[in-house]
């Protein structure tokens, strides 16, 4: 059973970058899929990103949302998935998890509800 912890997070003004950190413990990090979601004040959680566990070729995919402004990378020896995220704009702003699944299918890596384990969260506030 793998434990996640995010960090990273904080304030930071439209244009800029933060670079959010994963990691695990408990289990390898490189056995599993590896999602990113989001959540703004009244809304519903959204999926950011996910890189897929070892044995699936390692495709990382994307929302249509941060495509081309986040990139998603994984340090197996630290046992650490990243979230770099530039060109930051306000509607960035929400509290940002990492999730972890071992079973995941292609058609359920956008699925929050299909991950098994969740870190607790590390806030993102963009400003205009």
């Known amino acids: 059973q793998v434990q996640l912890v995010e960090s990273g997070g904080g304030l930071v003004q439209s244009g800029g970058s933060l670079r959010l950190s994963c990691a695990a413990s408990?289990?390898?990090?490189?056995?599993?899929?590896v999602g990113w979601f989001r959540q703004a004040p009244g809304k519903d959680r959204e999926f950011v990103g996910v890189v897929r566990r070892a044995g699936t070729g390692g495709r990382i995919v994307y929302s249509d949302s941060v495509k081309d402004r986040f990139a998603i990378s994984r340090d197996n020896a630290k046992n650490v998935v990243y979230l770099q995220m530039d060109s930051l704009k306000p509607e960035d702003t929400g509290i940002y998890y990492c999730a972890a699944d071992q079973r995941l299918i292609l058609s359920s890596l956008g699925m929050g509800e299909q991950y098994d384990y969740w870190g607790q969260g590390t806030q993102v506030t963009v400003s205009s």
């Open positions: 408990g289990d390898s990090i490189r056995n599993y899929d």
